[in-house]
């Protein structure tokens, strides 16, 4: 197999046997190949040239669904939970069809895989993410396991794992390979291959340079084959002086850790151990003042309460999700260069390109960058050297203390020595580091001092001279297993526990979609009492019929719209849709009876919106156009169209289908009953099928849900070809109201169409929402539009309301419903204590 991008040869042709039975190991330096060569195994690369093979089947179409339908299933480097999703529906999600039971079954089926794989301590109905990342890893390979693949493809599956995951998913690696699985295991931990590994194979540069036995060559031997010179593997030699104190923390308190007081000093590399998931990360965060630490924080002898202040003050965070916090993925390595400094660059706030190129290639030969060009995107450099630019991003802003979680994961042997001496460099120059790692070796060979902690406590200090992974790994275990045995975890648990703001979020978090639902109807409510408060006519039968008759196309069209926004599309030409479907039924429906004049109707918006959905989706899926673009464009096709065939509005349509879709049932038009009901239906099916779950995975994350086998390209195309074919359904319901083939009336629902699904709690993004919400969201916009007529307002009141409520919608469900108002209630309460706290004071004193 070979593959290229562009003139860069990211796989030369290479051929690799895997025999069942054995555990394969694949080893290379970043860039050497290897996570190209298993995406073409696991279908998500197409290669250039050669075959894959998987049980005596040809993988023909390369993609992910054929190739685990052969028999092979891949855990990637960058990993594939959909931390939005549960525990359980990843599990269902992630296995092929003819493997996995029916949804309704997917609680009690997925509770009994993760007991079979030694992770029964996970619910199934947790979400996933608030697993720890070595759960999340742990998880992904039980997954892969659970289908009892031919081949298993690990790539990077121990890098978030500490000493006990490791021993875990080395044992999940033999068995499966004692079942007669063949696994690949690609990793730049080499012990880990020696302790596994029955074949090892090595790439450089693209290039397959052969295959050789445990027993036939050691680590110094490999590591040479890999980097094609001798590489001394050794750590640079610690600080002779450590400085002053830059950040002070005294009774840091947070969710999972504390209280903690501790310093960080200049010239000092402080490492953070203990078992995953014992406080290490969130400390470390809130040394950055991240996520609203309890106690006192100072930098300098300045208080800092913010992750804006700590950042003033010179503190720098790096995250280890590179993909989603720590780089611009989308953006340029020139960019991502030069991003954090352009204060520094510009004058006036212009940055001439003669200082921007400069700047890149200083930062390119200082830390090292191995790239083809800094005009590239960032996903064209392997792992090694995104870290390497993600580090030198954060060291060009000169901070004076710096936060890494996990610096060297996912990183070969020659790109984690440049990182070490990076760091300590750093830190000869006056840079105060900590270092969150999994790696116990790492922290005893790299760092000055290492603090240790155990359910969020501090259990041991060890200098220097004191710490290696003996000494750090029995610091934390030592104390878990006296403490178990002596049963005096509760100063612990009161510390790690989750508090019970968290608690309420989490409850929240699961009913997200209901209690958007509550908020909206509660809006609802507020604004219908307000308006009878001014105008006593508001909350009669004719009042109300009025409102819910304005809200009735609009329901139909921001069904339409949400069919899309829930797999993270969007289609902006639905109101086109909605005017031709008007002017042609002015044509075609202008008499006859009830019904047939509805079936021909609802004939016509379906065939007219089923046309436009394949061209919209032909656009978008095929040629690669913007879905904002091709849709505007279509637009503007069918707006030239409806003139072309009403220039005026003419053309009476049927009086019999006019009345039909607007006769009253107590205060509720009658399609309205029905598509309310239909609502419910649709929600319930999204919620309770795996179909549903699909088209949820591909909004959440559709590269994710790609990798899992789910047909995302295909779900797409089918979700514009019905938000489509829904729209010109809606046209029918408008044709109904207007009565005239007036082409220009859907124009009005340009905008509101995408309002009242983000009022209802759909996301921009993909992945949220129900259609319920858009009947409410479309209520709550018809009254908008009523209001300024029923109190005696300005006709522009309409758009300031409609845009004033789309805006609060926007800002609440981006940060969600409880986070919100959580943060308001949160404050108003510690006000309350404090203030309680000042009068029990003064009334002591």
């Not at 025999?19 to 998500?44: C, D, M, Q, R």
């Not at 009913?511 to 609802?524: F, K, P, S, T």
Request: aromatic letters at 6%; glycine letters at 12%; proline letters at 3%.
């Amino acid at each position: 197999m070979s593959k290229s991008y562009g003139v860069v040869k990211a796989l030369q042709p290479t051929t690799l046997d895997l025999a069942p039975g054995e555990v394969h190991a694949l080893v290379g330096e970043n860039g050497s190949g290897k996570s190209t060569f298993v995406g073409i195994v696991s279908g998500t690369v197409v290669p250039d040239t050669g075959s894959v093979e998987i049980a005596g089947n040809t993988c023909r179409r390369h993609t992910p669904w054929e190739s685990q339908r052969h028999g092979a299933l891949t855990v990637f480097q960058d990993g594939s939970v959909i931390p939005e999703l549960t525990v359980g529906q990843n599990l269902y999600l992630g296995t092929p069809a003819a493997k996995r039971p029916s949804y309704r079954e997917v609680g009690s089926w997925a509770a009994e895989r993760l007991d079979e794989f030694g992770l029964g301590r996970i619910s199934p109905k947790l979400a996933a993410e608030r697993l720890s990342a070595a759960d999340r890893q742990l998880l992904e390979i039980a997954r892969a396991m659970m289908a009892r693949p031919q081949v298993l493809l690990l790539d990077e599956a121990t890098s978030a794992l500490d000493a006990a995951g490791v021993d875990v998913a080395l044992e999940l690696m033999r068995k499966g390979a004692s079942e007669g699985c063949a696994v690949l295991f690609v990793t730049h931990r080499l012990s880990e291959v020696f302790r596994v590994a029955d074949r090892i194979s090595v790439l450089r540069d693209g290039q397959y340079r052969g295959t050789h036995d445990p027993a036939d060559i050691d680590q110094a031997g490999l590591v040479e084959l890999m980097a094609g010179r001798s590489v001394t593997v050794e750590f640079p030699a610690r600080a002779e002086q450590i400085g002053d104190v830059i950040l002070d923390a005294k009774g840091l308190t947070g969710e999972g850790y504390g209280p903690i007081d501790l310093q960080l000093r200049r010239g000092e590399i402080l490492g953070i151990a203990g078992a995953d998931g014992n406080g290490q990360l969130p400390l470390l965060g809130g040394l950055a003042a991240i996520a609203d630490p309890r106690g006192e924080l100072a930098v300098d002898g300045r208080l800092i309460k913010t992750f804006g202040q700590a950042w003033d003050a010179g503190v720098a965070y790096l995250s280890s999700d590179r993909r989603s916090e720590s780089l611009f993925q989308t953006l340029a390595i020139r960019e991502n260069l030069v991003v954090s400094v352009l204060g520094k660059l510009g004058r006036g706030g212009v940055v001439t390109s003669r200082r921007e190129d400069r700047q890149v290639s200083e930062s390119i030969d200082r830390y090292g960058v191995r790239l083809g060009s800094p005009e590239e995107p960032m996903t064209s450099l392997s792992g090694g050297n995104q870290q390497k630019v993600a580090l030198a991003k954060v060291l060009e802003t000169e901070p004076r203390a710096l936060l890494c979680d996990e610096p060297t994961q996912g990183v070969d042997v020659r790109s984690r020595l440049e990182i070490y001496r990076m760091l300590r460099e750093s830190a000869e120059k006056g840079l105060a580091v900590a270092i969150v790692s999994s790696d116990a070796a790492e922290l005893a060979g790299l760092c000055d001092r290492v603090i240790v902690l155990s359910r969020g406590q501090m259990v041991a200090q060890l200098s220097s001279y004191e710490a290696s992974e003996e000494s750090i790994v029995s610091a934390f275990t030592g104390h878990e297993s006296g403490r178990r045995q002596a049963g005096a975890a509760a100063a612990g648990d009161a510390t790690a526990r989750i508090s019970p703001w968290a608690r309420v979020r989490e409850a929240v978090h699961r009913h997200e979609d209901l209690a958007r639902l509550a908020l909206l109807a509660l809006i609802l409510v507020l604004l219908g009492a307000y308006t009878q408060s001014r105008s006593s006519t508001f909350l009669t039968v004719p009042g109300i019929y009025n409102v819910l008759l304005l809200a009735l196309p609009l329901a139909a069209v921001a069904a339409a719209e949400y069919v899309v926004m829930f797999i993270g599309g969007i289609d902006i030409s639905v109101a086109g849709t909605m005017g031709v479907t008007v002017g042609l039924l002015s044509f075609w429906v202008q008499s006859g009876s009830t019904v047939p004049a509805l079936i021909l109707a609802l004939l016509i918006g379906l065939g007219v919106g089923t046309l436009i959905g394949i061209g919209n989706s032909t656009l978008i899926e095929r040629l690669k156009i913007s879905p904002v673009i091709a849709t505007i464009a279509t637009l503007g096709i069918l707006q030239g169209v409806g003139l072309t065939l009403r220039p005026t509005a003419a053309g009476v349509i049927d009086l019999h289908l006019t009345e039909l879709l607007t006769k009253k049932l107590w205060v509720f038009p009658w399609p309205l009953v029905v598509i309310g009901v239909l609502f419910i239906i649709a929600d319930w099916l999204m919620r309770s099928t795996g179909t549903g779950l699909r088209l949820r995975a591909v909004g959440l994350n559709s590269q994710f849900a790609y990798r899992l086998g789910v047909n995302a390209p295909r779900l797409r195309q089918l979700s514009y070809v019905m938000c489509a074919a829904l729209a010109g359904v809606a046209g029918v319901i408008l044709a109904g109201q207007v009565g005239i083939g007036d082409s220009t009336v859907g124009n009005q629902y340009i905008l509101l169409a995408i309002a009242a699904p983000i009022l209802g709690g759909a996301s921009l993004l993909g992945g949220r929402g129900t259609f319920v919400g858009c009947g409410l969201g479309s209520v709550l916009l018809a009254l908008g539009l009523t209001l300024p007529t029923t109190l005696s307002l300005g006709e522009g009141w309409n758009y300031i309301l409609t845009g004033g409520l789309t805006l609060i919608a926007l800002t609440i469900y981006t940060q969600g419903v409880w986070t919100a108002v959580s943060l308001r209630a949160r404050s108003l309460v510690r006000w309350l204590s404090s203030l309680g706290g000042s009068r029990r004071a003064a009334s002591a004193g």
